[in-house]
């Protein structure tokens, strides 16, 4: 299943045209299958089925205080838009001493050759405050895995 890790700037979670896609190697028991291809920071899927779709990622406060808000990563297909998936974090008023960590988010879906997967982040954050934690990288992730032919 290959662990796919949205790119955002540090210091800001607003991104015009979404977070990128980067395949990390060299964790272990990850691969990058022939069923998708990631070309010019697009993941297009190549063999169509239904897939399980997971992910789950971290915020961390980078000013003197973050107000409480609620945030989401979203995989969207957006060859025919809909939403995929949705990894909900809910921010906590003061997080400085940790990270706030989502939950392990799962979904299936149908996905058909040469649909793009792009992701999204959508919410309520105010300010420049919360950024994505780039201290366990490993832990902000989305990935895919094909469960059946398509």
Known sequence: PPPFS???PPGSLTVPSGPGWRYEEGINGVFLS???QMTDGKLQVTAGGLYLLYGQFA???TAPTCPPST???QLWCTSSPRLLLTVPLALPDDAR???ARSGLAQAVGQLQPGDVLSLKLAGDVAGDG???AQDE???NF???LRIAGG
Do not use: K, Y
């Open 142 to 144: 989305v990935g895919l």
């Open 97 to 99: 001493a940790n990270p």
């Open 130 to 132: 919360w950024q994505l």
């Open 34 to 36: 022939s069923d998708v």
């Open 6 to 8: 949205p790119l955002l």
């Open 59 to 61: 915020l961390t406060c």
């Open 71 to 73: 945030i989401s990563l």
């Open 137 to 139: 990288r490993e832990g």
